[in-house]
């Protein structure tokens, strides 16, 4: 009879637990969605800022299928496209954002998110010549890739692997810039 009691006892204890837990973890949820929400779109906002020339108004997010594959950007209508476009590095996903101008020229780029080696792989954040050497790239008329593959892009010292999926990156980017600018 002990044994009954014991048994309906634990169970009723284990579900009381379980709701002040979830009760506790549905208001963090609560108070948090908010800000979270609003910092990733005060992120997105700054990157889209720093990826193309000045522009009037709030860009629009758009999505494309290229070659099988989900893009969104955001489209700025007088300069340009912010393609966001995410590849495989050495250390998982890289997600970049690639501002490309009305013309088909790379304006510049932002990493938005890495799981890169600290130190080698992530420094595709933080070196600029690398970072800069983007910037005014005209993909029609140089190859976006690294030195070591045929191409004009120098890669990062000892991150090989991270330079080619920035390049990929880009000129995954410029591939979407091009699939729009010839369906408009």
């Known amino acids: 009879m002990a044994a009954k009691s014991n048994l309906k006892n634990m169970a009723l204890s284990l579900t009381l637990v379980c709701l002040v837990c979830s009760a506790v973890l549905g208001s963090v949820y609560a108070v948090t969605s908010g800000p979270i929400r609003e910092a990733e779109q005060a992120k997105t906002t700054a990157s889209i ?91 029609a008329a140089r190859q976006l890739a690294v030195r070591k593959d045929g191409g004009e892009v120098d890669a990062i010292t000892a991150s090989t692997i991270t330079s080619r999926a920035y390049a990929k990156a880009v000129a995954q980017s410029c591939a979407v810039y091009k699939h729009l600018s010839e369906n408009e």
């Open 49 to 139: 800022a720093r990826v193309l020339p000045a522009f009037e108004g709030q860009p629009t997010l758009e999505s494309v299928c290229v070659d099988g594959v989900d893009y969104n950007y955001y489209r700025a209508p007088g300069a340009g496209y912010a393609v966001i476009s995410t590849v495989v590095g050495f250390g998982g996903p890289l997600t970049l954002m690639v501002g490309i101008g009305e013309d088909g020229v790379v304006y510049n780029t932002v990493v938005l998110s890495h799981s890169e080696t600290p130190g080698l792989g992530a420094k595709c954040t933080t070196e600029q010549g690398f970072i800069d050497q983007f910037k005014g790239w005209d993909p």
